[in-house]
Antibody
């Protein structure tokens, strides 16, 4: 059974750095092709792709947010960490992590439940 | 550009057929996938690789593509199909992108 779960602060202040952790089970970065991405959704708005890391450390970032994002992985712990600097109220959103497989397209077949992050002073 | 554009909303009568479209230059070279999202829930993959259905997805969901437009068709829409639908694909740099979303109302 494949599961993913996001964790991190529910409230951050403007200008602070957000650190989110995705902890997963049922698959591993030891397997070739495995990738984990982050996607966010502001309240009432569309999904927005943020970043992606593959089993081989290849990383991709949203061009519009690249300067603020860092994605890393901890293979033994089955975790992926996303940091976003200089948070602003417009970054208030539900943040999801999800699994993808390199070479199979760009789809995400398993998703976490999401975690709501509010940016407010 | 890697943007994917969808109609904001469509409606369909119960049991009828509805097609949701997704337009973008990247779709000429890369397949689209589709997600269903109900309020307060995470998205669920319903179509991948343009026309493949994951296990457990009803066969009333189908996908197709032509040129820069991908389509998701629901044949015989059910009340439980009322949801937001998003397409996604990638660009030539390997970056992923999601569409603007379509709200489907079943009348």
């Amino acid at each position: 059974q494949i599961t993913l779960k996001e964790s991190g602060p529910t409230l951050v202040k403007p200008t602070q750095t957000l650190t989110l952790t995705c902890t997963f089970s049922g698959f591993s970065f030891i397997s070739s092709g495995v990738g984990v991405g982050w996607i966010r959704q502001p309240p009432g708005k569309a999904l927005e792709w943020l970043a992606l890391i593959y089993w081989d450390e290849d990383k991709r970032y949203s061009p519009s947010l690249k300067s603020r994002l860092t994605i890393t992985k901890d293979t033994p712990k089955n975790q992926v960490v996303l940091t976003m600097t200089d948070m602003d109220p417009v970054d208030t959103a539900t943040y999801y992590c999800a699994r993808t497989i390199y070479g199979s397209g760009s789809h995400y077949d398993y998703w976490g439940q999401g975690t709501l992050v509010t940016v407010s002073s | 550009s890697s943007e994917l554009t969808q109609d904001p909303a469509v409606s369909v009568a119960l049991g009828q057929t509805v097609r949701i479209t997704c337009q973008g230059d990247s779709l000429r070279n890369y397949h689209a996938s589709w997600y269903q999202q109900k309020p307060g829930r995470a998205p669920v993959l319903v179509i991948y690789g343009e026309k493949n259905r994951p296990s457990g997805i009803p066969d009333r969901f189908s996908g197709s593509s032509l040129g820069n437009t991908a389509s998701l068709t629901i044949t015989g829409a059910q009340a439980e199909d009322e949801a937001d639908y998003y397409c996604n694909s990638r660009d030539s740099s390997g970056n992923h992108v999601f569409g603007t979303g379509t709200k489907v109302t079943v009348l």
